[in-house]
């Protein structure tokens, strides 16, 4: 179970879309808004979890051209998160003020995100450790697995919000927000580059 719980921690905290965007929805847009989002990251990230164990992801990933269709829409939403993120309260003309992604937002990324589908899957597919008892080990990889990723959701959207506090230059904010969208982007270009 510790050997779970330390592959939990690494595979959430390192920087994926989850994480990213709740950074830097934090830093573009402030604490409610970016908790608003995390709640809709939480609920989409357990809806992965339902359907990685219940075998729905197997079967809908078995249809190539059903996969393709998610890895795109999952590319085109995290490229169009990336782009709000890094234009959030700039004053370039063309770009209007934005809202915040609130929590529909936060579920839809979940869903068609790819790192959520990998890392629930290598979770709940492996590191066994009640082989006696199958449904009472994926209720305590329900338990541990929220119980890792809410604090580190948080953390990331406290780190957002603390860039967001020091009120920064409009320059130097403009540039954080490029960054973390250019991390995101990073991420898509891997996921793509995995994919092929």
């Known amino acids: ?30 604490a409610r808004a970016g908790t608003r989002y995390v709640a809709g990251l939480f609920i989409g990230t357990n809806l992965v979890c339902l359907a990685v164990v219940s075998g729905l992801t ?64 290598a979770l709940f597919t492996g590191f066994g450790f009640m082989p006696d008892s199958l449904p009472l080990e994926i209720a305590l990889k329900f338990l541990i697995v929220n119980a890792i990723w809410i604090p580190i959701h948080f953390a990331w959207l406290w780190l957002g919000i603390t860039v967001r506090r020091m009120n920064l230059p409009t320059t130097t904010q403009r540039l954080i927000n490029s960054v973390m969208a250019l991390s995101m982007l990073a991420v898509v270009l891997l996921a793509a580059w995995a994919q092929s």
């Open 58 to 121: 197997a079967l809908l990933l078995a249809d190539d051209r059903i996969r393709a269709l998610l890895f795109f829409a999952s590319i085109t939403y995290l490229c169009y998160l990336a782009f709000r993120i890094a234009f959030a309260g700039s004053k370039v003309a063309f770009i209007e003020s934005q809202s915040p992604p609130g929590v529909f937002g936060g579920i839809l990324l979940q869903t068609i995100n790819p790192k959520a589908y990998a890392v629930n899957t």
């Open 1 to 30: 179970m510790l050997t779970f719980a330390a592959a939990v921690f690494f595979l959430i905290v390192t920087p994926g879309p989850g994480v990213l965007s709740a950074a830097g929805v934090g830093a573009s847009f402030g």
